[in-house]
């Protein structure tokens, strides 16, 4: 199903990501040359020492929410300090 997927040529076909966990409740996800850290809250365990899968998530939706949001004001001459900045509580 993946066959070529590091072809030259092939590039933005696919989308990459490498997992591993790191120790304790601790994963790295690696893509793109970023490494994104992740652990969970204490109560299953973890050390709190890197956002939430869960909050990554929210985070994820938010600022492509508020791309769009930028986008729209753009189209339309607004300076983007006048646009709306999307706020998210849960």
Known sequence: ???GIDEPGNEGAWM???????GNK????????????????SEPGGR????SPVDLLLA???????YYVLHFCEQRGMASTTCPSPS???
């Not at 990459?16 to 790191?22: D, E, P, Q």
């Open 1 to 3: 199903m993946n066959e």
């Open 16 to 22: 990459s990501m490498r997992i591993g966990f790191a």
């Open 26 to 41: 601790v994963v790295h996800a690696e893509t793109k040359g970023f490494t994104i850290t992740t652990d969970v809250p």
């Open 48 to 51: 709190v020492m890197a956002p």
């Open 60 to 66: 994820s939706l938010g600022t492509r929410t508020s």
């Open 88 to 90: 998210m509580r849960w």
